[in-house]
């Protein structure tokens, strides 16, 4: 349960960080100039992907509790169901329950390899290419002000 418990933490903070970066990348667009086009276009794709991740990760469509029966669930539908299962228990997990935990976790640490090689490559290059064009970076290191360094959010 404590695995569980802790991978759907995982997995709530990796939305978190998809949201922050999402709307940082919003706000760059809107800074942009139109001879910056192709930077605009850079930030939506990146944005289109950390949809794509988020999708999977949780359901981004569900607007009302009804709407559990209208869209697939995500993985954090799927980690919070096996919780529920194991908590109830009187006993240890079945291998059923096992191996199904084990097939979501892989699942869940598959998205959250996916954000994090994202992060890593499309976020640092989209960085040093708003940098190259006098635009404020995205959080992912820290910012100069004034004459001492602050932390950006990460």
């Known amino acids: 349960m404590q695995k569980l418990i802790g991978k759907l933490s995982a997995l709530n903070r990796r939305v978190n960080r998809i949201r922050l970066l999402k709307r940082q990348l919003g706000d760059v667009q809107k800074r942009l100039d139109d001879g910056e086009k192709s930077l605009g276009d850079c930030a939506q794709a990146l944005v289109t992907q950390l949809e794509a991740i988020e999708g999977v990760l949780i359901d981004i469509k569900r607007e009302t509790s009804r709407d559990l029966e209208r869209n697939p669930p ?34 869940v640490d598959g998205e959250i ?7 890593r490559d499309a976020v ?8 190259n064009a006098g635009v404020e970076l995205l959080g992912t290191g820290k910012a100069q002000v004034g004459c001492e360094e602050t932390p950006t959010v990460q």
């Open 113 to 119: 390899k996916k954000l994090d090689e994202l992060v």
């Open 74 to 107: 995500g993985l954090d539908d799927k980690l919070i169901d096996l919780v529920n299962v194991v908590a109830i228990a009187d006993a240890a997990p079945t291998l059923q329950v096992r191996q199904v935990s084990d097939e979501i976790v892989s699942k």
């Open 124 to 131: 640092s290059a989209l960085n040093a290419a708003l940098k």
